[in-house]
């Protein structure tokens, strides 16, 4: 029987562009052992923090071989209890940033060149069976540069879209990771996430909303943007200035959102902030 080791990164970022590499990585261990290419009895086991327990239900991607999920911390890598290892560390990450950047492409297609995969750039995340908010958001504007621009830029869609319910969040999201399960849930409720690129874009974009992500320069846009994906755009700059994204806003970012059957608006003084760990109460700011 071959055991598969798989150590998954520490962090929520890393995890997360790590789930389509294992998912993908799996379904070709069962597509192998079908087609008779290699053995037909195997296990492969998970070591990853607890945190992320949250996600098993994505990483359960083969009806008949459930993995393992081991919690423990070990961190011993012994040949004579497994037989292949697959280890996300800062090291492989960073080998796959140096592949990507040369063929100009994708941070997961580095991934896949190490692992052997061909997963997309982002997860699959139906088997969270998240449901469908009763009261969606329009937009989530992540704050950025001290929140001066971010607070302009959301002062005119106060002023000028009305009908839309925005809120601006100006909160560190680092300081949520250790909760995967409210970060997920907090970006189903927008119809729409704009702001720099991080959890929260990538979450958008593996949830099919509309995701509008700054990028410092081409070469991270390349590295982990979504150009082909519908509802996308990247704006790439050294600064992100208010004035700026208002010309962005109408000529390319409203048009495209106008375009999503799933863009409901609604009156701002429908909005009833949710009651939730991460609270859209906590981060509405001029309401």
Not at 109 to 122: C, E, K
Not at 199 to 218: C, D, M, N, Q, S
Not at 245 to 274: D, G, R
Request: hydrophobic share 40%; aromatic share 12%.
């Amino acid at each position: 029987m071959d055991r598969i080791l798989i150590r998954m990164p520490d962090s929520l970022y890393e995890f997360l562009l790590a789930l389509p590499i294992i998912q993908d990585y799996q379904i070709q261990l069962a597509v192998g052992a079908q087609q008779e290419k290699r053995d037909a009895i195997y296990q492969v086991t998970f070591r990853m923090d607890e945190k992320f327990q949250y996600f098993e239900p994505c990483m359960r991607v083969v009806h008949d071989n459930v993995p393992i999920f081991d919690y423990s911390g070990w961190d011993e890598e012994q040949r004579g209890e497994f037989d292949c290892f697959l280890r996300f560390d800062k090291e492989m990450f960073e080998r796959a940033k140096r592949i990507a950047s040369r063929i100009e492409m994708h941070i997961t297609m580095g991934l896949d060149t190490i692992a052997g995969t061909g997963a997309g750039p982002y997860p699959i995340l139906r088997a969270l069976q998240l449901e469908q908010p009763k009261e969606p958001l329009d937009i989530l504007i992540l704050g950025w540069d001290n929140n001066i621009e971010s607070q302009k830029f959301y002062t005119y869609l106060l002023e000028q879209y009305p009908q839309l319910v925005s809120i601006l969040d100006t909160r560190d999201m680092k300081e949520f990771e250790s909760d995967p399960k409210s970060i997920v849930e907090y970006v189903n409720h927008f119809h729409c996430v704009m702001g720099p690129a991080g959890i929260l874009t990538y979450l958008g974009v593996a949830l099919r909303k509309a995701v509008i992500e700054f990028y410092h320069t081409t070469e991270e846009g390349r590295l982990y943007g979504y150009p082909n994906q519908p509802l996308y755009q990247a704006i790439i700059g050294p600064k992100f200035l208010a004035n700026y994204l208002i010309n962005v806003w109408e000529e390319m970012i409203w048009p495209m959102l106008q375009t999503a059957p799933s863009f409901i608006t609604k009156s701002q003084a429908e909005c009833i902030p949710m009651e939730q760990h991460l609270s859209t109460a906590d981060s509405a700011e001029g309401k």
